[in-house]
């Protein structure tokens, strides 16, 4: 069992790509909280795919539906179920080769774990589709955190060796805000136009890229977070790696900081018109598990997308027999640009729950 | 809230470094489970400080004592607790420095968070001490662990600039248990020496190191974790971050995979010796959030020591006022070889709720 | 927060009466599991309205769709998420009285908790109706109970002051189960036949009446509950007590048991056929909080329907005021034959959670 | 496991009677509450047996060591742990008949649920000496909630046939306080008397009685509880019904609300001073799960102490065989009078994690 998250909060997953439906349940919500519903449909369209030819040409059709929990424009403080049925399925495509587990995918774990009887079209559960449930739970989260003042922005730190510039100690919520109205945000521009060539040349190459993505949460109050054992970077690493495809999270300086000595590294507090502030932020906003009041910043490495054109080696699970797979379909060259709402999704859900 | 972890089995820790005891207690265990009480006080040696030039003088005096759940040398099935008392305590020490927030510890998150009400004592619930009991846990976890053939190790992958050799493909039992008998545990003897010197000289300048430590898990059979929301990286990743001084953790080939393109990561699937094995292991054993057979590898970034007897500015927390920070006392140049130990018990103690 | 509830299977659940629909999710369960779609509409069956004059004539139509999880004929291992569609909506109706508290019900401490914006009509969250999500969930967990020889079956012990026989210390399977087709399950027909005599009676007299439930469950093995906290009095209860209009509930002798002396009491071991089993069941099944192999028995006491046609004090909630209070509309004059399938629901659900 | 139990407080309970300690950590608490210690013991020393010839001679020495989480006088925010050593051991005494399960305790089931591996003596984690950590959490708890004005009382509302007044509708702080004092508290004097008649005959007849606890808790605002699955029933019933010895549970009227027609049975609101109250407290405070704002009113049910100095028919679970078991040493005739602290400190409890 897994499928639910947090202390304060419930979320509950469920869904498969190729089913009737996916959806969250959110429980623990205070009542009263206006929803505006056509920020929510914002978010939603941010990680929707076919939007252009950066990713995926399918159009997976993320609209919503609120079940429960929702009524008269307000929460009403019973759980919050959202559900976002499935359409354009062409599940067929996946029955000839299911049998043959696709490299680096939940296949095979997943075939093991669950004997066989999960659905494997399309992923199943493990599709990315499910983020779209986790947009929608984290675009609740955020207009209940903007309400604090809390504001989330991120940008595309690297695609494949192109590299973006860093967040700086100055973050302004209008920059994180416009940040978030792009389909690849960057700094630099022209880091972006790179990446966007490179995207494209590796879905000509039939083959795929990956990259990370900063991220930044500003106007978080000090004091959020927990020693033992729910860090605050606990509760945010515990999110970003169930969104598939990330295999690294670092936190401030990460794991540059381990070259850093203690001297360099430290943050020193000093005293900034009245409030306590650090001169740097090694740290990401967060020492000894709980935020000192400074941005919280953090990075996710996500992997090139596993499902690519070009013939790969694999197994026929069925058979016993090393054989030869083509994945066919419409595929994302590159999951990074559609994963920057996900991100931001899981740090507003990590962050309500904790400031709850 | 936040003491308490774990789906299957519950681990619920307390303790300040300066009060009278630290502890844990593990419920979910099974009922007649032998424990080799000699094997646990051997992996708390190894975290426990004052044993060489490297490390801190203090003799923190970590013997254990179970208090419930173990009877006739097996468990009950009912909660194990184990306490240590504290002991060597210099609490006066403290007393005149409560107000100045050290840099980069959990002091003014602390201050924020409890209040001003926390046992400032020696970092108290936030004092890496803590850690003992994770050791203990983590030890009891892996004699369980053992039985099924799972072998914890782990290595200093760097200190500051220094490099050692990373894990390769073949980890062998014996090996892995090999590194475990030394208090600097490296693949290349000759980066160890240089890591030593760099410990001692960094203690002379009254500064500090951190580092990274690879950790691998072996023989952990395929389908161990969950896709959503508890994916075995965000287990693992969730107790790591609890450990303090960790910046970042990464899974097999990590960030580094985020500049491969999709033809290179993929780890493709073959059998041999009627087994799925993987030709590469870019995804560190785990895919879609769950095991795939393979060596679950993973790194973590530790940070510098914070505490570290060059001046440093901070603030006064009572007075409101910037002042000049020189801590006294005896403390770690590096962590990073006493957090070996700490590593592989929040391995063993994540994989053992997994597994359950 | 409460939706959630479960150590080793999740059960959350969602709705409102008025809104979209109402569910549950499940998540936790075994991939593979058979599921009998005809056998749960059966159920759902039981607990639906309008079936005869005893109960409510509206219609509400509780049948279920399930959005994921379920493959083939069989769970997938992932969350089963199952949905049923609200209709038969005269949402009108409650408007206007939305202020006036209905004496009994959750309305009034809904409101305070919900500070006004919980949804009304028709009780809401609170509604009786969400039970069918129960009902759906416990048809789901019976059935993989019945594939271990479990059952559960239950009779309707009193309404009013009318007594039906007790369950003895023999139960056959085959009598538990023909209790299950009946829409007013008694032991003894003649008390049944009172029974729907006073029913028809309330409702001519625009009153309510309540009633006792004794359930059973047979072919539970010994062993399966907890000491503390989670004895299976507990874990039963608590989901007993969550339906609505539940008052008391009992074990075994229950009540009467504190009437006695320990040497009457005391439920003596024997062997039977090496077995071991007890001469007397005052203890229900359960001892120490665990199961010790005899059926496990219970009782449930339900208030009477607190919506009646007779004119009733209550306060305006807006206004402050006293007020007489008419409640219109279909309402069940005993909720007690409708509550049968509910609790055995529960039980089915608290059976499975601990024996998983 | 289930050794854990809150949602927003978890209380960690641990220990055996005969091994070191037993103790509970509070995980969850607010820095800088000021706790007295003296009234900690003076709730412990009502539990405590050996006061008077009511309960059994034993000497157990309830005196407790908090290890962490509190300092200075107050709460820190962090898990505070508090052991009780155990003492006063004739382990001995439990060798020899360790494989003759004693009818109605945990002994049998506990045997099959840890396969022989439990810690038999005295019960061990079975024995009615872990309420110690109840009384003592429970007293935590006490506290937090008087300064909400809050206040818990309760009375013994039958002994075997004998019969106290109950709890009328009018409850003042004082009488509840008052209560409290008296080792055998009832409301009419004259039938404590004939309870404590009973029980000594009872001990001269080597025999035992159970009894009927009633507890208010008065100035509990409205608005605590909730619908599902967290019924301030459902946490209340969990609760009591891990106390050893607990059969049934009732709220308000109880299982005679059963009887009631719904005319009868309503508690109908009415305005009183400005505030929302009820003519009647047929509902015992509690209406959809959630308090009303008036006074919360149970009756728990005990069976009879198992432990009998008569001749009893067992089985021994090593032979297989039948046998006769005479249970000697020093056990209470009525664990009645000593379980009233126990009752009051998990109603303490559940309203502490409820009003959090």
Redesign the interface.
């Known amino acids: 069992?897994?499928?639910?998250?947090g202390?304060?909060?419930?979320?509950?997953?469920?869904?498969?790509s190729h089913?009737?439906?996916?959806?969250i349940?959110i429980?623990?919500l205070k009542?009263?909280i206006g929803l505006d519903l056509q920020k929510i449909n914002t978010e939603m369209a941010r990680r929707a795919p076919g939007k252009n030819r950066l990713s995926t040409p399918r159009d997976e059709g993320d609209s919503f539906?609120?079940?429960?929990?929702?009524?008269?424009g307000?929460?009403?403080?019973?759980?919050?179920?959202a559900?976002i049925y499935n359409s354009d399925q062409h599940s067929g495509d996946y029955e000839k080769s299911k049998n043959l587990?696709r490299?680096?995918?939940?296949?095979?774990?997943?075939h093991?774990?669950?004997?066989?009887?999960?659905?494997y079209r399309g992923g199943?559960?493990?599709s990315g589709r499910?983020t779209a449930s986790l947009v929608f739970a984290g675009a609740v989260s955020r207009q209940i955190l903007e309400q604090q003042c809390i504001v989330i922005g991120s940008h595309i730190k690297?695609i494949?060796?192109i590299e973006d510039k860093s967040f700086g100690m100055e973050l302004e919520e209008d920059g994180l805000r416009e940040l978030g109205k792009s389909p690849l945000p960057v700094l630099d521009r022209s880091a972006g136009n790179a990446m966007e060539k490179a995207i494209i040349k590796?879905r000509e190459e039939m083959?795929?890229?990956?990259?990370?993505i900063e991220c930044a949460a500003i106007n978080v109050?000090?004091?959020?977070?927990?020693?033992?054992?729910?860090?605050l970077?606990?509760?945010l690493?515990?999110?970003?790696?169930?969104i598939?495809g990330?295999?690294?999270?670092?936190?401030?300086?990460?794991?540059d900081?381990?070259?850093?000595?203690?001297?360099?590294?430290?943050?020193?507090?000093?005293?900034v018109n009245?409030n306590?502030r650090?001169?740097s932020n090694?740290?990401?906003g967060?020492?000894?598990?709980?935020?000192?009041?400074m941005p919280v910043i953090f990075r996710a490495?996500?992997?090139?997308?596993?499902?690519?054109g070009?013939a790969?080696?694999?197994?026929n699970?069925e058979t016993?027999?090393?054989e030869i797979l083509e994945i066919k379909g419409r595929h994302d060259p590159c999951i990074v640009p559609r994963a920057v709402p996900v991100v931001e999704a899981v740090t507003a859900m990590a962050l309500l729950d904790n400031i709850m």
């Open positions: 069992m897994s499928g639910v998250w202390k304060n909060i419930k979320f509950s997953i469920f869904g498969e089913g009737k439906a996916i959806g349940t429980d623990g009542p009263g539906q609120i079940l429960s929990g929702f009524f008269n307000r929460t009403t403080g019973t759980p919050l179920c559900v587990m490299p680096s995918h939940g296949d095979f774990p997943g093991v774990k669950y004997k066989g009887f999960n659905d199943g559960h493990f499910l690297s494949n060796y590796a083959d795929s890229l990956g990259g990370i109050p000090a004091g959020i977070g927990e020693p033992f054992f729910d860090s970077e606990s509760s690493s515990h999110l970003l790696f169930s598939p990330v295999k690294g999270v670092e936190f401030g300086a990460g794991f900081i381990s070259k850093m000595k203690g001297s360099e590294a430290n943050d020193c507090y000093c005293m009245g306590v650090t001169s090694n740290n990401g967060i020492s000894g598990g709980i935020t000192n009041g490495a996500f992997k090139p997308t596993p499902s690519i070009k790969q080696r694999t197994v699970i016993g027999k090393d």
